[in-house]
């Protein structure tokens, strides 16, 4: 093996052990560190700017809805927990408390925020006093602390970052659109930014969010067959509003409750891009999201240096006012060997190769991240080459991520043929289940696999539940979950 080969040895292969594989790879790129805080990572400039890209494009989105951002206090008094009591038993566990502060204990505890529905609750109480106040449209990007007992970098640590929208209705029928456009949102977003195909549907009773009437998701299938909750949209009733007082004076002048929502997706989705994407050399991340879509690479003798990166600064310019982010990494001192190796392991999905044959022929080399394919191009048509490229690699990664899922996704008709399918394979599972918890828990219990969700459009339905063989009220996807 070469010298340019030897940080392959440093990435455990996926087959070998997928979670290694994961945290070898995101050490390798660089993108996070730990803190000295239990569970708490440090985003280094590449996840963060990962981030935010994600950011501008969902708040593009969240606004063209008639959405607002906002900011809301970090720390939330005890007593608001206790007005919704579903709410503070689903978030108990995992909240921490500030007792003390500047020298003095506090009369009253104060939860970091865990999420935000209980003083956006009391804060929307008031601010709503009529129906002409509604709908009341807002969201807040921020962070969240959730003291996880077992931890894993982006996907679930003691503090993440998020959005989470919170909006308030006049009625059911409209707060019910909120959630549904909002999860579609989400779906369209994931989708077509981020190249990772997802499952629509409805959560059961039991995996819910604390306090909701109707949980909604979207859920994405990792490599190693897992599942990760992708985005969440949830119809709350009147339940925060009865808790929080949040009336208004409606049309026909009677005091009211208002209908709330509220919908989130974090860096989780970070940790999904890279489970979903990546390879054995390493990270592959969309070009929609990339921090770095091309990197240029100029090649060839000392000879023909000056010229060489004299054109790959000219193409680079061009490449710029075009609006594509890239790079060019001239630096002597690296073989172009080494720098095709560790741009490949970074994820970035266009490499370009200048050399003085390519000078001479007026052309340039495209290679993808994703395929590995070379396309030699004329560089006249070198900007719109690269365009074409870039929306080509998205595709792919989608349709290949798809056929992932595809071929990892099995219907059961029964507990044993689920427990026979998951002793041999990863993936989901399509099966019945007649909607009893104790069935669904005992699925839990016997296989580690949850439901998912009910999705709204099932490859088949299925007609007996898997457990206890009587009717199947829903068909739902089964999975072992991140």
């Known amino acids: 093996m070469s010298k340019d080969k030897q940080f392959v040895r440093e990435i455990t292969p996926q087959s070998e052990d997928f979670s290694k594989w994961y945290l070898d790879v995101i050490k390798k790129a660089d993108l996070m560190s730990y803190s000295p805080v239990r569970g708490c990572i440090v985003f280094k400039p590449d996840s963060y700017e990962i981030w935010e890209l994600m950011q501008r494009e969902l708040?593009?989105?969240?606004?063209?809805?008639?959405?607002?951002?906002?900011?809301?206090?970090?720390?939330?008094?005890?007593?608001?927990?206790?007005?919704?009591?579903?709410?503070?038993?689903?978030?108990n566990p995992e909240l921490p408390w500030v007792t003390e502060a500047g020298g003095e204990k506090l009369e009253e505890r104060l939860a970091i925020r865990p999420?935000?529905?209980?003083?956006?609750?009391?804060?929307?109480?008031?601010?709503?006093?009529?129906?002409?106040?509604?709908?009341?449209?807002?969201?807040?990007?921020?962070?969240?602390?959730?003291?996880?007992?077992?931890?894993?970098?982006?996907?679930?640590?003691?503090e993440f970052l998020w959005q989470e929208g919170?909006?308030?209705?006049?009625?059911?029928?409209?707060?019910?659109?909120?959630?549904?456009?909002?999860?579609?949102?989400?779906?369209?977003?994931?989708?077509?930014?981020m190249a990772i195909p997802v499952i629509m549907g409805q959560k059961t009773p039991s995996e819910k969010f604390a306090g909701a009437v109707d949980t909604f998701s979207i859920e994405a299938m990792m490599k190693d067959g897992k599942a990760v909750q992708a985005g969440t949209s949830h119809y709350m009733g009147t339940n925060f509003?009865?808790?929080?007082?949040?009336?208004?004076?409606?049309?026909?002048?009677?005091?009211?409750?208002?209908?709330?929502?509220?919908?989130?997706?974090?860096?989780?989705?970070?940790?999904?891009?890279?489970?979903?994407?990546?390879?054995?050399?390493?990270?592959?991340?969309?070009?929609?999201?990339?921090?770095?879509?091309?990197?240029?690479?100029?090649?060839?003798?000392?000879?023909?240096?000056?010229?060489v990166i004299a054109r790959t600064d000219e193409l680079f310019a061009e490449l710029k006012k075009a609006g594509?982010?890239?790079?060019?990494?001239?630096?002597?001192?690296?073989?172009?060997g080494w720098k095709f190796n560790e741009y490949e392991m970074r994820g970035i999905p266009i490499r370009v190769e200048l050399g003085p044959r390519d000078m001479e022929n007026g052309q340039v080399v495209l290679v993808s991240r994703i395929s590995g394919e070379k396309k030699i191009v004329a560089q006249e048509n070198f900007v719109q080459e690269v365009q074409q490229l870039l929306e080509a690699i998205h595709q792919e990664m989608f349709e290949k991520a798809k056929r992932f899922r595809d071929e990892n996704f099995t219907d059961v008709d029964t507990l044993d043929e689920m427990k026979e399918f998951l002793d041999k394979q990863r993936g989901f599972i399509l099966a019945g289940w007649c909607g009893s918890e104790a069935c669904e828990a005992q699925v839990k219990e016997e296989t580690g696999a949850t439901s998912r969700n009910i999705p709204f459009e099932p490859a088949k339905e299925k007609d007996t539940c898997l457990v206890c063989g009587e009717k199947a009220k829903h068909t739902v996807v089964f999975g072992r979950a991140y």
């Open 115 to 158: 999420t935000s529905e209980t003083m956006i609750g009391h804060m929307y109480s008031e601010w709503i006093n009529s129906y002409r106040d509604l709908p009341l449209l807002i969201n807040q990007w921020a962070n969240v602390v959730r003291w996880e007992k077992r931890t894993q970098p982006f996907l679930r640590t003691s």
């Open 241 to 307: 509003a009865v808790a929080f007082d949040i009336k208004y004076l409606d049309r026909q002048n009677t005091h009211t409750y208002a209908h709330t929502t509220s919908w989130g997706v974090s860096t989780r989705l970070i940790g999904a891009m890279i489970m979903v994407h990546g390879d054995d050399r390493g990270l592959v991340i969309p070009p929609k999201i990339a921090p770095t879509q091309v990197v240029m690479i100029p090649i060839g003798p000392p000879k023909t240096r000056e010229q």
């Open 166 to 193: 919170h909006t308030a209705h006049e009625d059911e029928a409209d707060a019910r659109r909120e959630t549904m456009q909002m999860l579609e949102v989400y779906r369209e977003f994931v989708e077509n930014i």
């Open 324 to 336: 594509i982010r890239a790079k060019v990494d001239d630096r002597p001192d690296q073989s172009p």
């Open 59 to 91: 708040d593009a989105r969240f606004k063209e809805t008639g959405h607002r951002n906002a900011y809301f206090p970090l720390f939330i008094p005890e007593s608001f927990f206790q007005k919704e009591k579903e709410h503070v038993e689903g978030f």
